[in-house]
């Protein structure tokens, strides 16, 4: 920890002048200097630095504080990083004495590996560079799609190259660890290595201060996955970082908005065609980590996402992202492309002034989330408008005090034939938590109704742990079959039976038995490892008459009750749980354990993130994790829980590949490559 008093001598020597004049055109305006705010766009400036109270302040966004708020808030940096920034520009040396010699140990290992880490990545992009170059078939790929060296240059992409091994030729000692850990290169099983990006173009990913953190590479023929990002590292966490946002930041100020989309190609075609203001998420849903990198970037953010029902999902997921930082002086629109499209195609067809046009009709936040949820139910019924009430009250709980909340409220009062009063006082009956699931047939509320033709929308994102809800993991439970062979009270083991829509059985004392009926005192006890919740609607209950964990919460239990599970796992296990429904949480659980090394509930909850979903998740599980007795082979849990999710996934992609007809040689392939796969997961005991 630095000292305070430290940070005051630093502040007292450094001039905030001097700090913001490095990135801020500044002129005399009196006793301070103004300056167009970097935070936000405007075209006159309200933005001032003072020379005698050494901060700045923007009259138009708030933005406010030190040179080392400054530096932290316009680079991306953190705390100790801006402040050893600023030490080093004086001449300054930062104390180390209150830190223990295994923290100063630890803070020097980290520093020399994500050095090392840089060095291996800079590497490899010169090589990409050096085979991109020498590869026609790659260069007549990139031409293909509209694309000039120019701005393969700008974006600095690469090719991989086909050699499994081409690595080799870059690093003497293949064997060298670090190549694994920065996500290059992958180890199998039985130790032979490979390099992970083969016959791919490949997308160097940049910070916010433009360091390599990682590569995106998309494969030119047939083959899965289309698009393979580098795993996590301890520089590269996909749902904190934005493709393009480096290479975009200019463009961001100048158009005065970003624009957000779901892919690699869209960005850099974008900007082929002009149009550079655009970054991507990195092959996840849209986190609250981004929104506020967004919203550092710009003041108006637009998500551009197609205009099928995958990307109205993703469009409703970063809706809810965006919620809880909400506030009067920033738009967020949504732009929905036609199905058939996604915004690279539409602008290499239509042209750059036709996506601009669509940009301009863009939905905004607030009639995009009022029209999704009114397409939910039958607002011509009393019982519809209360089910859509019902569920959102929680999102409406989400968003700040503002007069937008107001706004919305009142929006929302008239869709369900309210008085702004009638509102306002059944927001207050029963305050709702945010994000809380919605009620749904069979949870001991009234069902949804539906128009003729109109569809339900995607589920909604929300669980109740504890009192805190995540939209990490759905209330859908009934979707999946019950994972593991979970120990009964009597010690016994048993398998899980095929799940049927409506009536999932538990087997055991206390058993949640067909339709949403609760058997018992209100307890769900699986056995030692089980998870114990109480039966009411208070804070740290479970809503509704459905109370058997979701997935994503019992596989979170099983790692933190066996957090050894952690050091065996791979890049192929985390494939897997890629491929699972809404298991980020899980996800971040694994890194989070194998990047810091912490294995208790405890340590993991120091390592994480205090303000992140999977810190409070830890919270809320805490005390019944530690509760929790061991079970006899939880190594065997976990394996039979990641072969029912890849049982799953590949249930789901078949199903949708026999929808559409299986019209393609290529769809019919895949089905078959499917087929196979299951009855290989069938003869292990999955069904």
């Known amino acids: 920890m630095i000292p305070e008093s430290f940070i005051q001598d630093l502040l007292a020597r450094v001039d905030v002048v001097d700090i ?36 700045y302040h923007c009259f138009g966004c708030g933005a406010h504080g030190s040179a080392i708020t400054f530096l932290m808030e316009h680079t991306g940096t953190s705390f100790p990083e801006a402040v050893r920034t600023l030490a080093a520009s004086v001449g300054m040396t930062v104390p180390e004495e209150n830190r223990s010699p295994r923290q100063q140990q630890e803070s020097a290992r980290r520093k020399a590996e994500e050095s090392r880490h840089t060095q291996v990545l800079d590497a490899a992009q010169a090589h990409y560079l050096k085979q991109l170059r020498a590869s026609p078939a790659a260069i007549r790929y990139l031409k293909q799609r509209g694309l000039t060296g120019e701005i393969a240059a700008h974006f600095g992409l690469g090719w991989s190259g086909t050699d499994r091994h081409g690595l080799s030729h870059v690093f003497p000692s293949y064997e060298d660890p670090v190549l694994v850990e920065s996500g290059l290169v992958i180890e199998s099983e039985d130790g032979r290595r490979y390099d992970r990006f083969r016959e791919r173009i490949m997308f160097p990913i940049r910070n916010a201060r433009g ?94 996402f197609d205009g099928d029902g ?91 005090e503002c007069a937008l909340r107001v ?28 994000f809380a699931p919605a009620s749904r047939p069979g949870e001991g509320a009234p069902a949804a109704s539906h128009g003729p033709g109109q569809d339900a929308g995607p589920p909604d994102m929300g669980y109740d742990f504890g009192g805190h809800d995540f939209h990490d993991i759905p209330a859908e439970e009934s979707e999946y079959p019950e994972y593991g062979h979970f120990p009964s009270q009597d010690g016994d083991s048993g398998s899980a039976g095929a799940a049927q829509p409506g009536r999932q059985q538990w087997k055991g004392k206390g058993d949640w038995k067909g339709k949403g009926d609760w058997k018992g005192k209100g307890d769900w006890k699986g056995g030692k490892g089980g998870w114990k919740g109480r039966r ?27 957090p050894e599970l952690v050091d065996s796992m791979g890049d192929q296990q985390l494939e897997v749980i890629d491929h699972g429904p809404h298991l980020g949480l899980v996800r971040d659980l694994i890194m989070l354990a194998q990047s810091s090394g912490a294995r208790h509930v405890g340590a993991l909850l120091e390592a994480a993130d205090p303000d992140s979903d999977l810190a409070t998740v830890l919270k809320g599980l805490r005390a019944d994790i530690l509760s929790q007795e061991d079970l006899p082979d939880p190594q ?27 019209a393609t040689e290529e769809g019919r392939k895949r089905y078959l490559e499917l087929s196979s796969r299951m009855n290989v997961l069938k003869g292990a005991g999955i069904r």
């Open 20 to 55: 913001v004049g490095r990135y801020v055109q500044l002129r005399k305006g009196g006793a301070n200097l103004l300056g167009l705010c970097p935070f936000h766009n405007e075209k006159s400036p309200s933005f001032t630095v003072s020379p005698t109270k050494q901060f």
């Open 310 to 400: 995958a990307g109205r999902r993703a469009a409703w997921r970063a809706l809810q992202a965006c919620l809880p930082v909400l506030r009067d002086d920033i738009a967020i629109r949504f732009l929905f492309l036609p199905s058939e499209h996604d915004p690279d195609s539409y602008v290499r067809e239509l042209g750059a002034e036709a996506f601009r046009a669509c940009l301009g009709d863009a939905v905004a936040l607030s009639r995009f989330l009022l029209d999704e949820l009114a397409s939910r139910h039958n607002m011509d019924e009393a019982e519809g408008r209360a089910s859509c009430l019902h569920e959102a009250k929680p999102l409406l709980a989400s968003i700040p």
């Open 636 to 662: 065997t849990e976990w394996d039979d829980a990641l072969r029912r999710i890849e049982f799953d996934a590949a249930r789901t992609e078949m199903a949708k590949l026999a929808a559409g007809g299986l």
């Open 211 to 304: 360091s390599l953190i990682g590569f995106g590479g998309r494969i030119i023929g047939k083959g899965e996955p289309k698009y393979l990002n580098s795993p996590e590292t301890p520089l590269f966490s996909k749902g904190h970082e934005l493709y393009g946002l480096w290479e975009a930041r200019q463009a961001i100020r100048q158009e005065g908005q970003v624009i957000v989309v779901e892919g690699y190609m869209d960005v850099v075609g974008l900007a082929q065609q002009g149009i550079a203001n655009a970054v991507a998420t990195l092959g996840t849903a849209t986190t609250p980590d981004h929104v506020k990198k967004l919203l550092r970037a710009s003041d108006k953010v637009i998500f551009s």
């Open 536 to 562: 009411d609607d208070d804070v740290g209950g479970f809503e509704g008459r459905r109370t058997m964990p979701s997935l994503a919460k019992r596989l979170l239990g099983l790692l933190l009750a066996h």
């Open 407 to 434: 706004q919305i409220e009142r929006e929302m009062a008239k869709l369900v034939q309210l008085t702004p009063e009638e509102m306002a006082q059944v927001l207050a009956q029963q305050p709702a938590k945010p």
